[in-house]
């Protein structure tokens, strides 16, 4: 099984900071590699797919990148809305990072 | 405009079962595999299988195989996951998902999530 591990786990930024979150995988997915983000009380959010594909309606604030076993998500200008936990995919075989919390200083 | 409403929050006791409803709205149902994924409290997402309305096919997770069952009803906008033998390290909340592409986990629309609490 494939594993994917999120760094860093919780993250503090300020309004308006540039943000990185890393996922890495135990093994090369190629570019088969999701980002979600979850708030509490409501349905999870698609952001980004194959690695690097911005879905539909989402802020291009918002950015992927990688390949291989290490991917990035970039939010470019951190807003008060991306308090969330966000989440890493593998999505050929199902597997979830185990999430970085982001929380505004 | 896609929505996937799931049923209320749900309290059980240890070996009890519980059957969580997911409503489908704004497209069509047939053509979508339905996938359930949980969150456990503290914990990641775990994918729990799918469901292909069209054809009634199944695919579980091996963890759940033998005590899930997903379905749809007749009017054929409603998925359905009914997990039996609840234990508490099954409370958590349960998510459906629309698969953008069939089998795959890559999930477009969520529900909003249901809370089983498993306690006795």
């Known amino acids: 099984d494939v594993q994917m591990t999120q760094s860093p786990s919780t993250l503090s930024a300020s309004v308006g900071d540039r943000v990185t979150i890393t996922c890495r995988a135990s093994q090369s997915i190629s570019a088969w590699l999701a980002w979600y983000q979850l708030k509490p009380g409501k349905a999870p959010k698609l952001l980004i797919y194959e690695a690097s594909r911005l879905n539909s309606g989402v802020p291009s604030r918002f950015s992927g990148s990688g390949s291989g076993s290490e991917f990035t998500l970039t939010i470019g200008s951190l807003q008060p809305d991306d308090v969330a936990t966000y989440y890493c995919q593998e999505y050929r075989t199902y597997f979830f990072g185990q999430g970085t919390k982001l929380e505004i200083k | 405009q896609v929505h996937l409403v799931q049923s209320g929050a749900e309290v059980r006791k240890p070996g009890a079962s519980v059957k969580l409803s997911c409503k489908a709205s704004g497209y069509t149902f047939t053509g979508w595999f339905i996938h359930w994924v949980r969150q456990v409290p503290g914990q990641g997402l775990e994918?729990?299988?799918?469901?292909?309305?069209?054809?009634?096919?199944?695919k579980y997770a091996q963890k759940f195989q033998d005590r899930v069952t997903m379905t749809s009803d007749a009017s054929g906008d409603t998925a359905y996951m009914d997990l039996r033998g609840l234990r508490s390290d099954d409370t958590a909340v349960y998510y459906c998902?629309?698969?953008?592409?069939?089998?795959?986990?890559?999930?477009?629309?969520w529900g909003q999530g249901t809370l089983v609490t498993v306690s006795s």
């Open positions: 998902a629309r698969g953008k592409f069939g089998w795959s986990g890559l999930y477009d629309y």
């Open positions: 994918w729990m299988g799918w469901y292909n309305p069209k054809e009634g096919a199944t």
